[in-house]
């Protein structure tokens, strides 16, 4: 258990997928345990914050097809409900892709005006695809009116953040 903890602990919502496939039942199943109480678990190995842990099970339910055989099935209703957890708890990397699935409808309705809130509360949180999404969402008026204007400055903030796509846009 002190193990599974460690690694549970240096688990960010940014790692990458080869270490995400590294994963075992037993770990996936700490991380939907921490996520469900609503508690961050610290022991002497560090701590495992809740939305940290809930962001890193919506990114594993909605992209097993790409990580491989994890030992669950891809489950888009999961994935959205950790997503919302994680958002709720301001990870704001989560409410990003939250967002995205309304935009184009993955697992959920398509929902343009809830996309534009979600990238918005992300892009306030300084996560660059937020910003780049919002960004899309001006320029194509897509659950607001277009503005291209607030298209380009969504587009600077998110390069500004560090978003080489938006820095091409």
């Not at 996936?28 to 921490?34: A, D, F, G, H, M």
């Not at 306030?124 to 194509?140: F, K, P, Q, R, T």
């Not at 607001?144 to 500004?160: E, L, W």
């Amino acid at each position: 258990m002190k193990k599974i903890i460690l690694a549970l602990a240096f688990l960010s919502y940014f790692m990458f997928a080869e270490e995400v496939k590294e994963l075992t039942d037993e770990q996936i199943n700490t991380l939907v345990k921490v996520c469900e109480s609503g508690k961050d678990f610290t022991n002497e190995n560090g701590t495992v914050k809740y939305e940290e842990a809930c962001a890193t099970l919506g990114m594993i339910y909605e992209n097993i097809p790409v990580l491989g055989d994890l030992g669950v099935k891809q489950d888009l209703a999961k994935a959205f409900k950790f997503y919302k957890k994680a958002c709720d708890g301001n990870d704001y990397a989560a409410c990003s892709d939250l967002g995205a699935m309304y935009d184009n409808g993955i697992g959920v309705k398509k929902d343009y005006k809830k996309a534009v809130e979600l990238f918005d509360k992300a892009c306030d949180g300084g996560i660059a695809d937020g910003c780049n999404n919002l960004g899309h969402m001006y320029a194509n008026g897509k659950g607001v009116k277009m503005d291209m204007t607030r298209a380009m400055g969504y587009a600077r903030r998110a390069c500004d953040a560090g978003s080489w796509m938006a820095c091409g846009n």
